[in-house]
């Protein structure tokens, strides 16, 4: 009996241990040494993508207020000495004052006529044009300096000097009429040739909406026809 009873105790105390799952141990492993790292990397994805979507806002509202910006069209009234007299600040409906609409057709017709022996001036007289003229005058400008190349006229000797006779006078509302002394004189200053001219143009006031065009056309002032000829002496 007494060997039973130690023979049973003995048997339930010494049950084999269960065999575990190599597979979930290498995992378990594989979860402790790495499942850090892991989570860290998700964390950083979010902070990632949080910085991203910031960026994209910050942009488009950047993009939004750059649309919404406006810049206010400015008067400069400038004397005969090229001084500037008065800047004042032009609005959507203001009226140009017609000494800045005569200063402008007067320096078109300067610009437009004048022939010099100076290549880069000539350049840049020929380049203000086009700041000035538009529509059915541009192709009278360009079939004119077709026929009339200032760079060619001084290379034969010839120069001329236009001179306004007097302030471009209104002949409608969008329209002036301006008269011009052009003298010819040669390279050494022998007077060649004088002839008077007239033209009449048209003109559109189309305020400036950006700072280059301020810059170069502050009153919004544009010829866009022009008809011009030969004063006939009576």
């Keep these: 009996m007494t060997f039973l009873k130690s023979k049973r105790a003995s048997g339930h105390n010494d049950r084999p241990p269960a065999v575990s799952n190599p597979y979930l141990a290498a995992r378990e492993e ?17 902070v990632a993508f949080s910085g991203l979507a910031l960026l994209g806002i910050s942009l488009a509202g950047n993009i939004m207020q750059a649309r919404q910006s406006s810049i206010a069209p400015y008067l400069v009234e400038i004397d005969k000495l ?22 402008t057709i007067s320096e078109m017709i300067t ?3 004048t022939v010099t022996a100076d290549t880069e001036l000539q350049r840049q007289m020929i380049g203000r044009l086009g700041n000035v003229v538009a529509g059915g005058a541009k192709g009278v ?7 009339n190349n200032p760079y060619e006229i001084a290379k034969s ?5 236009v001179e306004i006779k007097g302030l471009p006078l209104p002949v409608s509302d969008t ?4 008269e011009w002394t052009e003298t010819v004189r040669s ?20 305020p400036p909406e950006s700072e280059k065009v301020i810059m170069v056309n502050p009153g919004g002032v544009y010829i866009t026809d022009l008809a011009a000829s030969k004063v006939i002496s009576r």
């Design 30 to 46: 594989w979860l402790e040494r790495y499942g850090n790292y892991i989570s860290r990397a998700a964390q950083w994805r979010v």
């Design 82 to 103: 090229g001084r500037i007299n008065n800047v004042t600040r032009l609005e959507q409906r203001a009226a140009v004052p017609r000494n800045l609409i005569q200063a």
């Design 111 to 113: 610009n437009w006529r």
């Design 141 to 147: 400008l360009k079939q004119w300096f077709e026929s």
């Design 157 to 161: 000797g010839r120069l001329i000097h």
């Design 175 to 178: 329209s002036y009429r301006v």
């Design 187 to 206: 390279h050494a200053g022998a007077l060649l040739e004088q002839q008077s001219y007239e033209a009449t143009m048209a003109i559109q006031l189309m």
